[in-house]
């Protein structure tokens, strides 16, 4: 007997797979910039890390809610991106706040990329959510981290 396969069902799947993998990104995100703040001195270089940090943690939010509406259960942890955090914790101690903010700008590449690359993975309503508002966001903490590196001498 042949199975047949609800495309709805599997699109679904499709859209919330890509999602949580959006949302470990955004995690991991949080905490590299959090394990950047503890090691940074500089009160207004934190400021800016602490704000990309919070428009991260506004994209976490927003994403478990919609792969939550979505009817998935939202990834709870940074899987295999938890690892970028040590590397960024590490990079801070041994080669100072240059390299930590190499190491995040990176990690804001890499975010743009994601999100930019997986689109075709998404249901047209949830692809506008994502351009509309997670896109503009990650975009403006990429280029919020370009600015800073490239300013740090």
Same mark, same amino acid.
């Given at each position: 007997?042949?199975?047949?396969?609800?495309?709805?069902?599997?699109?679904?799947?499709?859209?919330?797979?890509?999602?949580?993998?959006?949302?470990?990104?955004?995690? %991991?995100?949080?905490?590299?910039?959090?394990? /950047?703040?503890?090691?940074?001195?500089?009160?207004?270089?934190?400021?800016?890390?602490?704000?990309?940090?919070?428009?991260?943690?506004?994209?976490?939010?927003?994403?478990?809610?919609?792969?939550?509406?979505?009817?998935?259960?939202?990834?709870?942890?940074?899987?295999?991106?938890?690892?970028?955090?040590?590397?960024?914790?590490?990079? /801070?101690?041994?080669?100072?706040?240059?390299?930590?903010?190499?190491?995040?700008?990176?990690?804001?590449?890499?975010?743009?990329?994601?999100?930019?690359?997986?689109?075709?993975?998404?249901?047209?309503?949830?692809?506008?959510?994502?351009?509309?508002?997670?896109?503009? /966001?990650?975009?403006? %903490?990429?280029?919020?981290?370009?600015?800073?590196?490239?300013?740090?001498?």
């Amino acid at each position: 007997m042949a199975t047949t396969v609800n495309y709805e069902s599997k699109a679904a799947e499709q859209t919330v797979d890509t999602l949580n993998s959006f949302l470990r990104g955004e995690i %991991s995100a949080v905490e590299t910039y959090r394990q /950047a703040i503890e090691k940074i001195d500089d009160p207004s270089l934190r400021a800016l890390l602490q704000e990309c940090s919070r428009s991260h943690e506004e994209r976490v939010a927003k994403l478990q809610q919609r792969v939550t509406l979505l009817g998935g259960s939202p990834s709870e942890g940074s899987g295999v991106w938890g690892g970028f955090a040590k590397v960024v914790e590490a990079g /801070a101690k041994i080669f100072g706040v240059k390299a930590a903010l190499s190491a995040l700008e990176e990690g804001e590449d890499h975010g743009l990329r994601l999100y930019k690359d997986e689109m075709d993975k998404l249901d047209p309503s949830t692809r506008t959510f994502v351009t509309s508002e997670l896109l503009p /966001a990650q975009q403006r %903490s990429h280029d919020t981290m370009s600015n800073l590196k490239h300013s740090i001498h």
